[in-house]
């Protein structure tokens, strides 16, 4: 009796050590473990510093190209759809070649934002886009546009565009025009258009309506007084790129 009484205080301390030793893990387990721990903060460190995993695309617009006037603005507005040509809206718009077309920089824009894409009302911004900012700025945002491959790249292009158009408002080059004089020069230059463009005359009326309040807005802020006096002397297109050609 004395005998087992003096083996069981053994017998559960035995015991006891037994457990703690099964609760505790490979020291070559909880080595990794912290390593790899050690490895994915600095790896969230490192993301941190760069800004995230996704650093935001910027681009910029250089504005100090912009030396359009009203006419050229409403001359490019027409020039810049593939539905139609004419010589003397080039001329008119100062470019010799022709400028990327709003249909040819949506239809890139679709390819990339996918199915529920507007093309149609893509092609309507742009028309508003081309007045806005005019032609050289224009040519920076379709070739922003057509150089793009993700959506987050096409985002980047349309904040230039923002940027730029601000930028042009709160900077403008022209003579300070008033609304009833850029109203009927917007009349006259739709006229002439409309009979240059013969069989496409509705087509450009239907342009022109559509950037009216554009054109007029531009043209207090960047339309010359000289554009007024010759303009409303022409009385064909021939004439009024005659009369913008003298006023580069």
């Known amino acids: 009796m004395i005998r087992f009484q003096r083996l069981w205080p053994l017998a559960a301390l035995s015991l006891l050590l037994a457990c703690d030793g099964g609760d505790k893990k490979p020291k070559g387990d909880a080595d990794k473990k912290t390593a790899d721990a050690k490895k994915t903060d600095a790896k969230k460190a490192d993301a941190k510093a760069d800004g995230g995993e996704t650093p935001k695309i910027e681009k910029h617009f250089d504005v100090t190209k912009d030396h359009s006037g009203v006419l050229a603005r409403s001359a490019a507005a027409l020039e810049a759809t593939e539905k139609f040509d004419s010589e003397n809206l080039r001329d008119i718009s100062h470019h010799a070649e022709k400028l990327p077309t709003y249909e040819s920089v949506c239809k890139h824009e679709a390819g990339i934002n996918g199915e529920g894409f507007d093309q149609a009302v893509c092609v309507k911004e742009m028309e508003h886009h081309m007045v806005q900012l005019g032609p050289e700025i224009y040519a920076q945002l379709a070739e922003c546009i057509l ?10 292009c349309h904040a230039a565009e923002q940027e730029a158009e601000k930028l042009l408002h709160e900077k403008p080059h022209g003579d300070g025009l008033s609304k009833e004089v850029c109203d009927e020069l917007f009349t006259h230059f739709e006229t002439l258009a409309m009979e240059d463009a013969a069989d496409h005359a509705e087509m450009v009326k ?29 009385k064909t297109m021939p004439e009024l790129k005659d009369c913008a050609s003298k006023l580069l």
């Open 206 to 234: 239907e342009i022109l309506e559509e950037v009216r309040a554009d054109v007029l807005v531009t043209c207090m802020e960047q339309g010359t007084q000289a554009e007024i006096d010759c303009s409303m002397k022409a």
């Open 147 to 156: 150089a793009t491959t993700t959506v987050e790249e096409v985002s980047a």
